[in-house]
C-alpha cells in the first residue's frame, strides 16, 4: 500500500517561500498524476497544482506564476515551491496521487485516491 507523507510546512512572512515536499513509500502506477490539495479553515478543499507523470503541470488561478510543481520521478517525490506568499495562501496543504484518467473525479479522488495526512502553511 503506498504512503504519502508530506513535509516542509510551516511559518512564513508574507512574500517569503517555502517549499513542500511529498515523499511516496514505493514507485506505484498510482503516482500517474501527484499534485496539490489546500483547505484553509472554513473553506472546502481546493486543488493549488498537479503535475503528471511527463512534466505536464497545472496551476490553480491564485497560484499561477508563484508557485511551481516539480517531481523526481525515480525517488518517488513531489515538491511544490512557493514563493510570493500570500496571507490568503494559508492552509493544511495535502499531497494526492492517482491515475490521471482519475485526478479530475474529484469526488473518487477524495475517497479512493492516495492522500498524505497533511503540513500546514501558515502566512504573517
Known amino acids: 500500500h503506498v504512503q504519502l507523507v508530506e513535509s516542509g510546512g510551516g511559518s512564513v512572512q508574507a512574500g517569503g517561500s517555502l517549499t513542500l515536499t511529498c515523499s511516496a513509500s514505493q514507485k506505484s502506477v498510482s503516482l500517474q498524476c501527484m499534485g496539490w490539495f489546500r483547505q484553509a479553515p472554513g473553506k472546502e478543499r481546493e486543488e493549488v497544482a498537479r503535475i503528471d507523470d511527463y512534466g505536464r503541470r497545472r496551476y490553480a488561478d491564485a497560484v499561477q506564476g508563484r508557485f511551481t510543481a516539480s517531481r523526481d520521478n525515480d525517488k518517488n517525490i513531489l515538491y511544490l515551491q512557493m514563493s510570493a506568499l500570500k496571507y490568503e495562501d494559508t492552509a493544511m496543504y495535502y499531497c494526492?496521487?492517482?491515475?490521471?484518467?482519475?485526478?479530475?473525479?474529484?469526488?473518487?479522488?477524495?475517497?479512493?485516491?492516495?492522500w498524505g495526512q497533511g503540513t500546514q502553511v501558515t502566512v504573517s
Open positions: 494526492a496521487a492517482s491515475l490521471c484518467h482519475k485526478y479530475d473525479d474529484y469526488v473518487w479522488l477524495e475517497k479512493l485516491g492516495l
